[in-house]
């Protein structure tokens, strides 16, 4: 498959070509409790909305904690997965494409993190997730985005390959990232005793300053950018941020 060409590139692509293994190699990606905590310190005990919720790595713990918790995943394989870990039923899924519908709601907190924003990498889909979302917040509720601070530096290369091999496995991950667009496009080899198994990804990166214009656009206003979950103040430095909008109508 060409990587500059992954033909039927969707929204499910990413979910579906990971979902066997994002439970083995993502599970610790993030800050886990962090992100409970500070979910739940928004929530006021009311609906929370994880966008691409995947396999329920965060949305089951916040769930667990009795918290009303719904997802919504365009990945019909990552949701296959969260209903087999969730066997209380805690979380309310729905299949669907986050750029085009959300339930009804309304939710106290909204919540898309681990970068999962930018898998919105069709034209509009970022600017028509965030008009979605600034019609489903309670009037005074929260919509929190976790991501990495793209660089500006014009001195990244532009195609990258990075490699990992455990006992038995490589996986290679080809990146080209094309600098006018924003768009990164990947292709994760992995090779194993069995063969050789693609997966397929893209992501559309934004600056801390570009979300806050679009927010803006739909609505949603600024109101706390932080470094990680536990509100270690946002610098200049910084390479990820955690963002909390507000209806600007509150
Ligand atoms: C990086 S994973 C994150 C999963 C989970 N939030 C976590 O932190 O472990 C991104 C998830 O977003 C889903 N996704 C990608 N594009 C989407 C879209 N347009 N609408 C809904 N879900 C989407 C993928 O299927 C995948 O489950």
């Given at each position: 498959?060409?990587?500059?060409?992954?033909?039927?590139?969707?929204?499910?692509?990413?979910?579906?070509?990971?979902?066997?293994?994002?439970?083995?190699?993502?599970?610790d990606v993030t800050d886990i409790d962090g992100t409970?905590?500070?979910?739940?310190?928004?929530?006021?005990?009311?609906?929370?909305?994880?966008?691409?919720?995947?396999?329920?790595?965060?949305?089951?713990?916040?769930?667990?904690?009795?918290?009303?918790?719904?997802?919504?995943?365009?990945?019909?394989?990552?949701?296959?997965?969260?209903?087999?870990?969730?066997?209380?039923?805690?979380?309310?899924?729905?299949?669907?494409?986050?750029?085009?519908?959300?339930?009804?709601?309304?939710?106290?907190?909204?919540?898309?993190?681990?970068?999962?924003?930018?898998?919105?990498?069709?034209?509009?889909?970022?600017?028509?997730?965030?008009?979605?979302?600034?019609?489903?917040?309670?009037?005074?509720?929260?919509?929190?985005?976790?991501?990495?601070?793209?660089?500006?530096?014009?001195?990244?290369?532009?195609?990258?390959?990075?490699c990992r091999h455990t006992a038995n496995t490589t996986?290679?991950?080809?990146?080209?990232?094309?600098?006018?667009?924003?768009?990164?496009?990947?292709?994760?080899?992995?090779?194993?005793?069995?063969?050789?198994?693609?997966?397929?990804?893209?992501?559309?990166?934004?600056?801390?300053?570009?979300?806050?214009?679009?927010?803006?656009?739909?609505?949603?206003?600024?109101?706390?950018?932080?470094?990680d979950w536990h509100r270690t103040p946002f610098t200049?430095?910084?390479?990820?941020?955690?963002?909390?909008?507000?209806?600007?109508?509150?």
């Amino acid at each position: 498959m060409a990587l500059s060409n992954t033909p039927n590139y969707q929204s499910s692509t990413y979910g579906d070509g990971f979902a066997d293994i994002y439970d083995d190699w993502y599970q610790d990606v993030t800050d886990i409790d962090g992100t409970v905590e500070f979910i739940m310190s928004l929530a006021q005990g009311k609906k929370i909305l994880e966008l691409g919720v995947g396999t329920g790595r965060l949305a089951l713990p916040i769930a667990s904690t009795g918290a009303p918790v719904s997802g919504v995943d365009s990945s019909f394989a990552m949701l296959d997965r969260l209903a087999r870990r969730d066997r209380s039923r805690l979380i309310k899924t729905h299949l669907a494409d986050m750029a085009h519908w959300l339930p009804t709601g309304p939710f106290q907190v909204i919540f898309c993190a681990y970068n999962t924003f930018f898998n919105l990498v069709g034209s509009n889909a970022q600017e028509s997730c965030l008009k979605l979302v600034g019609q489903r917040l309670e009037p005074n509720g929260r919509f929190i985005l976790e991501a990495f601070v793209p660089s500006n530096s014009p001195d990244l290369p532009t195609r990258g390959i990075e490699c990992r091999h455990t006992a038995n496995t490589t996986v290679m991950n080809i990146t080209i990232r094309e600098q006018t667009s924003r768009l990164i496009r990947g292709q994760s080899v992995e090779i194993n005793e069995e063969g050789i198994t693609l997966r397929p990804w893209r992501i559309r990166v934004r600056t801390p300053s570009e979300l806050d214009n679009s927010a803006g656009r739909h609505g949603l206003r600024l109101l706390e950018r932080w470094e990680d979950w536990h509100r270690t103040p946002f610098t200049n430095n910084s390479d990820r941020h955690v963002s909390v909008y507000a209806p600007i109508r509150a």
